[in-house]
């Protein structure tokens, strides 16, 4: 009964904020409405059990990507968008062709009714359950994903550098 | 007791907010926003069926989505300093050199 | 069977030709000349060995074959020669006159570029025209044939750098190859038919066959065709347009392969063939015919030609046309007789005019000569032995050749008699007016005028005659010794052939009676009875009713009668009155313009055949297909995929809002692609 509600509260906030990005024009409030999709999107992970996940999303994304991104909107001093005539193509081809794909992965998965509910909190995503598979069978991803942040940071430092 | 495909729906919705941010919005950085967006509309795909599922290699996959993710952004958002430098200004549509 | 090893007398000019050909920029004139002449003398040598052998073989026709050169199924052909008593005569003449053209040809091309060159195609020539002769199969007589037409198209061009020069070459060749054309549909018949192109096999297997009456059959389509060869190449009616025009090429080149040699190969072909004939009376009565009319149409044009070396082409033609006139009666011998003679004295006659035209320093026109008797005497003298000789004056070789074809012919059509009749008359009356023209009179030309038209004849870039302007000079001795052995042979040639009816023994006719003496058994017709198909060549012994005797006799006074007639006319409009021609032209008008413009026939070919041609191959196979269609299709293609690029290229704009959207309309795709696969 209150899973519903919950549901469509955290939904809707995620959608709100979803649109609020589209539609500001400063980009610092693009990125606030996305702390906030973000934000609800953890609260959902929380009602689906996984308790890991939401928190990782927290701490990563929220915490540290986003806050990443404010400090490049900040450092660059970015202000209002402005209106540039750009490419009508993209709206023209690039809206129908997203329609098309969204209206079919849509049709696809609710035609063939999925059926079965999903309970309040069904996986427990407990942390320790969530390592055992992470140091066994997913080891190797886990390693190489190491080594992909290694090089981003890496690239990182290399890109933004000021050259001398 | 909530139906997996209104998750589903809720993950499209959220995705093709991204895309068309992507494809109409003009500032660098906020087309950046709308990729973290949709991959975190992806995630939800992912923690949705794992809990239906009920295994856990679906939390796993996003915690490696997050970790890619976090690479992507800081990498990129060099590569826009990086723009931002030559070109002093953060609007997509003048940074079009690259064409036949 | 002893082996003559006959390949020797072709292969000497070959060897000559390759290394002239090859070596020869860079030899002297000496060594060019000990190179050519050496060839054909030796083949010549060689020839004359032969023919001492040739009494002793055993058996004639002596065939020799050296090696396969196709099989297919059933059907091969050998490389092999054939040794009879008519390709003994073609070998003797050939190489013979052959040999002293060569040597005149050492003085008359002394000045000329491209020495080498000219001495290798006359080799190649001999190469070639030796295998015509001895091939002992209708494809290796083919090659022969086909070569003669190629080294006759280099030889008229020889002068390249005219456009006339190359335009009579070419002109030469491709009329030849019409003939050509006749003879190998000949040729396929017979391969249908016999299954075999040897001469033997096919002489036999048609010696089973009976006599084709009512126009039709097998063998009456292949005489005619082989006939429409003939006519290529030995420029009968409708395809004799090629030969005057062939006097582009320099003299000796006339002499040898227009006049003495390969014009002949028609008539040997009809010759060698006569088996086949026989048996198609209305082939044979189209030959006949065919030889009459272009003897007296050639014979009309040379009457009024003012190029010396024209009116003797058309005098060439003519005389050809006696020869198949002798033929299309069936009396081969007589043709072949007065191919001999006529080898004798048209070369004679040639190079003569080369002499003439050497001396002059280039002039070829008669308007502009004249008076030149004492002053290039040897010259003279020798033109004159040819002038009679042609005329058919007794006793020079010519009178007897003429004679036994007219008597022949007598024989068999009273109205072609009275063709030939008249253009014997009309042979003798050109050929004195050559002569009055250019020897006698007063000189005509301007002399200045005269050297500065040394391009006209001699025409060659490095033409040095310089030291030749001002008075006329005989010609050095290397031309002259030619000349007067022609000229000795042109006064006895005939000797060999003196009829019965004169008290002679006809040797030639006996001589040659095995060749085609069936044939001229088969000819029905009053004749006197030929010589049994003996292989003895002995003097045949037949003894004509004393009536015919007379007949021959009567005859022959009468042509001896139109030939001084011809004399006294010439002499009389040449000579005495020389303003009588041109008032008779100017009254004659029309007619005297279209017989000088050869009946405008070149200008009939031109818009009949010629000018379609050329039309249709330019606009439709040249712009229409070629360049439209298939040049078209390509560079569309081409341009095709320059568009298609031009299109796909806006693709890469740089805007990177568009590629955003060019990948979500893929993702799209994809989706809708996996859906569809799911669904079905």
Known sequence: MLHPILFFLFAALCVGGAINLLVQKHPINSALSLIVVMASLALIYLLLGAEFVAAVQVIVYAGAIMVLFVFVIMLLNAGAEER???????????????????GLGLYVTLQHGITGDVALGSTPGYPHAVARPLFREFLLPFEVTSVLILI??????VLAKRSE | MVPLSYYLVLSAILFGCGVLGFLLKRNIITIFMSIELMLNAVNLTFVAFAAHWGVLSGHIF??????VAAAEAAVGLAIIIAVFRTRETLNVDRVNLLKL | MRSLNLWIIPLLPALGAAINGLLGKRFSKRMVNIVALGSTASAFAYAVWVALQFRALETVPHIETYATWLRSGRFSVEYGFYLDQLSLVMLLVVTGVGFLIHVYSVGYMEHEGGYYRFFSYMNLFMFFMLTLVMANNYLLMFVGWEGVGLCSYLLIGFFFLRDSAANAGKKAFIVNRIGDFGFLIALFLLIKHFGTL?????????????????????????GLLMFVGATGKSAQVPLYVWLPDAMEGPTPVSALIHAATMVTAGVYMVARSNAIFSRAPEALMVVAIIGCLTAILAATIGLVQTDIKRVLAYSTVSQLGYMFLACGVAAYTAGVFHLMTHAFFKALLFLGAGSVIHALGGEQDMRRMGGLRKKIPYTFWVVTAGTIAIAGIPPLAGFFSKDEILWKTWQYSKALWTIGAITAFLTSFYMFRLWFLTFFGERRGALAEGAERAGHGHAAPASGHGHHSGEPHESPMVMIVPLVILAILSIVGGWVGIPHALGGDNHFEGFLAPVVGASTEMHGGAEHAPAHPASTPAAAEHEPAHGQRSMELTLTLASVGIAALGFFLAYLFYYKNPALPKRMAEGAGGLYRTVLNKYYVDELYGALFVRPIVLGSTKILWRGIDATLIDGTINQSAEGAQEASDTLRRMQSGNIRSYAAWVTAGAACVIAYMVWRGLR
């Open chain 1, 84 to 102: 540039t005539a750009g490419s009508r193509i993209a709206a023209v081809l690039g809206i129908p062709a997203l329609a098309v794909a969204i």
């Open chain 1, 152 to 157: 981003a940071i890496m690239g990182a430092v």
């Open chain 2, 62 to 67: 996003v915690f490696f989505v997050m970790v």
């Open chain 3, 198 to 222: 040897q001469y033997n096999s096919v002489f036999e297997a048609v010696a089973g066959m009976p006599a084709e009456t009512a126009g039709a059959g097998l063998l009456t389509a292949i």
